[in-house]
């Protein structure tokens, strides 16, 4: 059964920094793309950073990109999310999620979300 | 890179059917056959109903179908069950640099 497993979330001051985890099981992690999508509190969904099967290759929203880093341990099949300079339109449930196949394909697995809250 | 346009509700009594439409533009959903639908219950993560514009999961049952004309994609939901009472975002695929765009969301309540 894949399963994913976010932490790492809490409060934090506007900016400061917080890195999330996502542990997965279940599958051959090092064979898929993962992903963070999240969703600010009574708001719809927003992609936020994707990374390749290989962690060659990394891809950022405008709004996140040269504060956030996403990377991955296929040794501990542990995906991560940096998170640094946030902000109070940061705050949100951050969901990790792994592509179906390939980009494009859709996200067939999602974890819980862990929220940050960024606030002084 | 803009949120794709979806209607904000829908609704349906049982067994009857909903369509919801997903506009974007020629560099998302115009662009290219990589698009899919989400349903998401109150408090839970989304699940995939829909990829590739057209495909279901293995799971997901066939009351539930997607097309696509143009720039705008729809996801049908066919005999409509109580449990189908969510909200469902479509997402497209709109390039290497923006590898998922999602839409507004649309709230389906049965009646």
């Known amino acids: 059964e894949v399963q994913l497993l976010e932490s790492g979330g809490g409060l934090v001051q506007p900016g400061g920094s917080l890195r999330l985890s996502c542990a997965a099981s279940?599958?051959?992690?090092?064979?898929?793309?993962m992903n963070w999508v999240r969703q600010a509190p009574g708001k719809g969904l927003e992609w936020v950073s994707s990374i390749s099967d290989s962690g060659g290759s990394t891809y950022y929203a405008e709004s996140v990109k040269g504060r956030f880093t996403i990377s991955r341990d296929s040794s501990k099949n542990t995906l991560y999310l940096q998170m640094n300079s946030l902000r109070a339109e940061d705050t949100a449930v951050y969901y990790c999620?792994?592509?179906?196949?390939?980009?494009?394909?859709?996200?067939?697995?999602w974890g819980q979300g862990t929220l940050v809250t960024v606030s002084s | 890179q803009s949120a794709l346009t979806q209607p904000p509700s829908a609704s349906g009594s049982p067994g009857q059917s909903v369509t919801i439409s997903c506009t974007g533009t020629s560099s998302d959903v115009g662009g290219y056959n990589y698009v899919s639908w989400y349903q998401q219950h109150p408090g839970k993560a989304p699940k995939l109903m829909i990829y590739e514009v057209s495909k279901r999961p293995s799971g997901v049952p066939d009351r539930f179908s997607g097309s696509k004309s143009g720039n705008t994609a729809s996801l049908t939901v066919s005999g409509l069950q109580a449990e189908d009472e969510a909200d469902y975002y479509c997402?497209?695929?709109?390039?290497?640099?923006?590898?998922?765009?999602f839409g507004t969301g649309t709230k389906v309540t049965v009646l």
């Open positions: 999620a792994k592509v179906n196949d390939y980009y494009g394909s859709g996200f067939d697995y």
């Open positions: 279940g599958f051959t992690f090092s064979s898929y793309a």
């Open positions: 997402s497209s695929y709109a390039g290497s640099n923006n590898l998922g765009v």
